[in-house]
């Protein structure tokens, strides 16, 4: 922040950009690294110019154990269209954010960070420098490594998305007005690198070609048939080897899906999604994982000898994403 500021490129002092961004869940089921839908529960970040320095001012889910130096995500994000832009260095900033999403419980939390600050950092570039939508999604994608998380917090609803010849590409997709995710969010973490670690480097064919199949009709029945969401969201590919890393999960989704619920790991977990048909389904996923999890004999119910506590909420899926307001003194 000591690098001489490029005044040209960037909005005067007083100048605040405010970015309300929602969660999300990868993989969803069989989607590995592919399949991602935006969550209901968001995330404010507001950042002003001012003439010098870095100010912080965080509330909310990790506000006490995040960074508060240039290190933190928000800021190497900007920093990051910042170098895209060929603006030089970011100019003073104070960060106001309010964390509503939850660290290390696969619900999209390090997107929506990264998606904060490339858009907030892209709001205040001039006009003739800011990034197009496209450029926009290259390097949310970039920085979190994949655009599983941050495509539906960019765009809202339903993402497929792959890599072409070194370029990412998310389609959108309309998800069917029915569809009620439910979160069950327990209060331990798990890392994502631990939970990746866990995945073998192979698999059998059939093993592939069951989870592609089941890829395949999950995305119409998010879209138009949500009668087949149990059946589209069985994983052969990745849940069953990160079992280890979660008991309570895996066992909470298992018996879940054992009374017809469509429920998964939420990301790299340890929050099970239950995609439910109806605000009905949506009332009895709710009782049946407050059931579960109340059990003191179930799996469910404990992680390394310790009672699990459970946040569980409805949401809804949002058909928009990110959303970008700018202010001036």
Wanted: hydrophobic content about 45%.
């Amino acid at each position: 922040m000591t690098d001489v500021v490029n005044e040209q490129a960037v909005a005067a002092p007083g100048t605040s950009v405010s970015v309300r961004v929602p969660g999300s869940t990868g993989n969803v089921g069989p989607g590995f690294d592919t399949l991602g839908l935006a969550l209901g529960y968001y995330d404010e970040l507001t950042v002003t110019r001012i003439d010098s320095g870095l100010e912080f001012e965080l509330s909310g889910e990790g506000s006490e154990h995040v960074p508060h130096t240039a290190d933190h995500l928000v800021v190497r994000a900007m920093q990051a269209v910042f170098d895209a832009a060929g603006a030089g260095s970011l100019p003073g900033l104070r960060l106001e954010a309010h964390n509503r999403i939850p660290h290390g419980r696969g619900m999209g939390s390090s997107a929506s960070a990264v998606v904060a600050g490339v858009l907030a950092a892209n709001a205040l570039l001039a006009k003739d420098l800011r990034l197009d939508p496209n450029a926009v999604l290259q390097v949310c994608s970039h920085l979190e490594g994949h655009p599983d998380n941050v495509a539906p917090t960019l765009y809202g609803g339903l993402t497929v998305s792959f890599e072409q010849d070194g370029t990412y590409v998310s389609v959108p997709v309309r998800v069917h007005r029915d569809i009620i995710p439910v979160v069950a969010i327990p209060d331990f973490e798990v890392a994502t690198s631990l939970a990746r670690g866990l995945l073998p480097d192979t698999v059998a064919h059939r093993t592939a070609a069951v989870t592609a199949g089941r890829a395949a009709l999950l995305v119409e029945a998010m879209s138009n048939r949500p009668e087949y969401l149990l059946p589209a969201t069985f994983d052969l590919l990745h849940q069953p080897f990160r079992a280890q890393a979660m008991g309570p999960s895996f066992e909470l989704m298992t018996q879940l899906r054992d009374l017809g619920f469509a429920a998964v790991i939420s990301g790299a977990g340890p929050t099970v999604l239950t995609l439910a048909n109806g605000a009905d389904a949506a009332e009895r996923a709710v009782a049946a994982i407050e059931r579960i999890t109340a059990d003191p004999d179930s799996a469910a119910h404990t992680h390394n000898s310790e009672d699990v506590s459970w946040r569980v909420m409805s949401l809804r899926v949002p058909a928009e994403g990110a959303k970008v307001g700018v202010s001036t003194q």
